[in-house]
């Protein structure tokens, strides 16, 4: 059985900072890219950023203030000078090479439940 769960999400006021967390746990060989997506209230999902092999990506609207960081199975989002335009339920992706029977193993796209992030005065 393999988990993925983010922690870190709050509300702060805007240009304050929140650091996200997202941790990969069971039966796994590796952890290869991990991402972070986001989805504001009736709007759709998009990527937030990415590590993949130490190459770090951002989408044009966080570039600058948010930072994507990784240790072992654990990525880190670290969110400064945030927007009330931030605010969203902020959802880790992952993608886990699980253990089978044997000696086997397979990739799998691995979804965490999401954290809440609201950014308001």
């Known amino acids: 059985h393999v988990q993925v769960a983010e922690s870190g999400g709050g509300s702060v006021q805007p240009g304050g900072s929140l650091r996200l967390a997202c941790g990969v746990s069971?039966?796994?060989?590796?952890?290869?890219?991990m991402n972070w997506h986001r989805q504001a209230p009736g709007k759709r999902r998009e990527v937030v950023a990415g590590i993949n092999r130490g190459q770090t990506k951002y989408s044009d609207y966080v570039k600058g203030r948010c930072t994507i960081t990784r240790d072992r199975n654990t990525v880190y989002l670290q969110m400064d000078r945030l927007k009330p335009e931030d605010k969203a339920i902020y959802s880790c992706e992952c993608n886990v090479e699980i253990l089978t029977d044997g000696l086997g193993s397979h990739d799998e796209r691995l979804w965490g439940q999401g954290t809440q992030v609201t950014v308001s005065s």
């Open positions: 069971g039966n796994i060989f590796s952890v290869k890219d």
